[in-house]
């Protein structure tokens, strides 16, 4: 039997974990920890009879305990209420499925309790992943990915030696705007943004797959992650979404890994490492596919992307800040403040207003992540 714990357990990624938990009866569920969704999470409890859950506000976990009132599950709140999930005591693996910079000091805290980590949380490497890396490595802990792209640069490197890699190819679907003009992104709208091609994701990531900011992020991850350069990080449009990276060996060798686009692989995958499960799942048909196509990222058109490499040559705090003021951006064009264009505008006026800290701890890390928010309110 395997014990997972999940953050961020109603979104996307935690509700694909738990249709593998459904379909795995060796994965026990002992902690789970929400947002807002308090009927969501009653009804994964009810299900999955964790010991441990958590939402963030107060007000909404004492409704959970109400309502949970008849089962033995221990309701907490806040960020206590999060480390007391990732840390509990039988839980071997924790999915950090929670989206934002929320989810750094849980996932420091469950590794320092000798947790895996199947990693989902984007923002965890992006903005401390020179605090994570190390931390790891020194309590024994695997931090397994969990992002399609990063998974499969992971499957890609089983067997083979990393030192003997000359290049990732981090590919990326281009979104649902990959052939628009810049000019023409203008007036785009939200529920424009929202229709991903390929993918089914969360609101806030498939706003970032459309400004293509995602892939920067992910640009950023894959330097902690498999301890490359960045310029040894090339991101190749493939609108097709069947190559889901692929990595380039000294010797000219290019392992790919392929497959239909469902996120139940690279979660499962990372749950069970280094073993391989079925998966109930449409199988690749390559003559289905017929053709794949490949194409350069045009940073002229998503600057998004070209911000991201910025910052991640800045390095120190500089990420952090990309990250909070697409964060905040994001949020502002999901409400209809502003338009779709501002976003990258305001991740730039927020990197050149920054003094870079050159090895910030978790600490500054946070506070540089709200002083960009103050920026930007400021501002915007």
């Known amino acids: 039997m395997k014990y997972i714990s999940i953050l961020g357990s109603t979104g996307s990624i935690g509700t694909q974990t738990l249709d593998i938990v459904e379909n795995n009866n060796d994965l026990c569920v002992r902690g789970l920890a929400a947002g807002r969704n308090v009927k969501l999470l009653e009804e994964q409890i009810r299900k999955f009879r964790p010991v441990v859950a958590a939402l963030w506000d107060e007000k909404d976990a004492a409704d959970l305990r109400g309502r949970v009132a008849d089962l033995p599950v221990k309701i907490l709140s806040g960020m206590d209420g999060l480390i007391q999930v990732v840390t509990e005591e039988m839980t071997q693996i924790v999915v950090t499925a929670i989206v934002g910079m929320i989810g750094i000091r849980p996932t420091m805290e469950a590794i320092k309790a000798g947790k895996d980590i199947a990693l989902a949380n984007k923002e965890t490497l992006v903005t401390a992943g020179h605090l994570i890396m190390p931390l790891a490595k020194a ?6 990915p969990v992002d399609s792209e990063h998974s499969a640069i992971f499957q890609c490197l089983q067997g083979f030696e990393k030192s003997k890699v000359r290049k990732i190819l981090l590919t990326a679907s281009g979104g649902p705007f ?10 785009i709208q939200v529920e424009d943004a929202l229709k991903h091609p390929n993918w089914v994701m969360g609101r806030k990531i498939t706003i970032d797959s459309a400004t293509m900011v995602n892939k920067g992020l992910e640009v950023m991850e894959a330097r902690w992650l498999f301890n490359v350069g960045l310029d040894q990080i090339q ?3 493939h609108p097709q979404s069947i190559i889901h990276s692929a990595v380039e060996y000294v010797d000219g060798a290019v392992i790919a890994q392929l ?13 069970f490492y280094p073993k391989r499960r079925y998966l109930n799942s449409k199988p690749l048909d390559l003559f289905q596919v017929g053709t794949m196509t490949f194409e350069a990222p045009r940073l002229d058109v998503f600057e998004g992307l070209a911000l991201a490499y910025e910052a991640a040559r800045a390095g120190g705090s500089m990420p952090t800040v990309f990250n909070a003021a697409n964060e905040r951006a994001v949020a502002k064009f999901l409400n209809r403040e502003i ?10 006026q927020a990197m ?29």
Not at 139 to 144: F, R
Not at 339 to 348: K, T
């Open 178 to 187: 990959r052939t628009r003009t810049r000019e023409s992104l203008k007036d």
């Open 139 to 144: 309590h024994g802990g695997q931090i397994l």
């Open 352 to 380: 050149e207003h920054h003094q870079v800290i050159v090895n910030p701890d978790l600490d500054q890390i946070l506070d540089t992540e709200q002083q960009t928010y103050d920026f930007i309110e400021s501002r915007w």
């Open 259 to 271: 497959g239909t686009p469902d996120m139940r692989l690279p979660i499962q995958y990372a749950l």
């Open 235 to 237: 991101v190749v449009v």
């Open 339 to 348: 338009g779709f264009l501002d976003i990258v505008r305001i991740i730039r």
